[in-house]
């Protein structure tokens, strides 16, 4: 009874949503967001982000702004959750705006699989999306929630675009990754965040924090191009998809340098990613040592 109760939320904002035309399910989820903004006690963690991303001297007003706008982003993120469709994948592909795509076919060639590295940043999902749609269907990682109902809901939507899915609960999950890619198939990793508690410490935004060694790990073993992708909200609807060249593992003596290393390269990329729009980044946990709110 509890997992219905809390899934029932999701299933009316779903309804309403996916009811409305683009532009209505655009705005609401914008000024939701914003409205969020007002009231969230989360202000101070994410303005002390966006100064770190800033690297130098940045005004009040501005870190207000960006701030705002990673909560606009972020409601505009849920509502095109809700509202998505598969009559409307095809609306959604034909409106995005994409950059350095024969980087992805000849990493095809190549034929060692690919790995794409993502931020949560924009829509990370809609990429997904347009992956199919070219051919290269992806293997992404999802949480398994404690409320089985909404996990479900998750992978039937990611499914619906075209991401098949393995939950972090799967023991197999390792296996599952690393037979895609020996396959020659891609599978999809957000990689500007360690949620395991187990990553590795790597400078990032000019202090070190905790990032996944997935994405290096896995190019490392298998030889599969690890490719960092920005997936960023256009101005108004659509959205823009730049591809960025591989990020190669330095071949140094041990497994545990490689990797490394390789981390500490793409998060370099990462970084240069995030500050094409700092005000899309959906990042709002403490993430640095400095971070208010960080655990110890």
Not at 129 to 139: A, N, S
Not at 141 to 152: F, G, P
Not at 205 to 227: Q, V
Not at 242 to 251: A, F, L, T, Y
Request: proline share 5%; hydrophobic share 40%.
């Amino acid at each position: 009874m509890r997992d219905l109760l809390g899934f029932v939320p999701f299933r009316i904002a779903a309804a309403l949503f996916g009811a409305l035309p683009e532009p209505w399910m655009r705005w609401l989820g914008e000024r939701g967001g914003r409205l969020w903004c007002r009231w969230s006690g989360k202000r101070v963690l994410l303005a002390h982000h966006q100064r770190r991303i800033a690297g130098t001297e940045i005004s009040d007003a501005e870190v207000d702004h960006r701030v705002a706008g990673m909560f606009s982003s972020y409601g505009r993120y849920w509502a095109e959750t809700f509202w998505l469709r598969p009559r409307r994948h095809r609306a959604v592909c034909d409106r995005v705006e994409r950059h350095r795509f024969d980087i992805i076919d000849r990493a095809k060639e190549e034929g060692n699989g690919i790995i794409f590295a993502i931020p949560h940043l924009g829509s990370w999902e809609v990429a997904g999306l347009v992956g199919d749609e070219i051919g290269v269907r992806c293997l992404a990682v999802a949480e398994h929630l404690s409320n089985q109902r909404i996990t479900n809901w998750f992978v039937d939507i990611r499914n619906q675009l075209g991401i098949d899915i393995v939950l972090t609960s799967d023991p197999k999950r390792n296996s599952t990754l690393i037979r895609r890619l020996k396959s020659g198939g891609a599978i999809a990793l957000l990689a500007d965040r360690d949620v395991t508690g187990r990553g590795l410490w790597t400078e990032f935004f000019g202090e070190e924090a905790k990032m996944p060694s997935g994405p290096a790990a896995l190019a490392d073993l298998t030889g599969a191009a690890l490719i960092p992708v920005g997936a960023y909200y256009r101005q108004g609807a659509g959205h823009r998809i730049v591809i960025h060249e591989p990020v190669r593992i330095p071949d140094l003596e041990t497994r545990e340098q490689r990797v490394a290393a390789g981390a500490a390269l793409l998060a370099g990329r990462l970084e240069a990613i995030i500050r094409e729009a700092p005000e899309q980044w959906h990042l709002f946990q403490p993430n640095w040592p400095s971070d208010p709110g960080y655990p110890t």
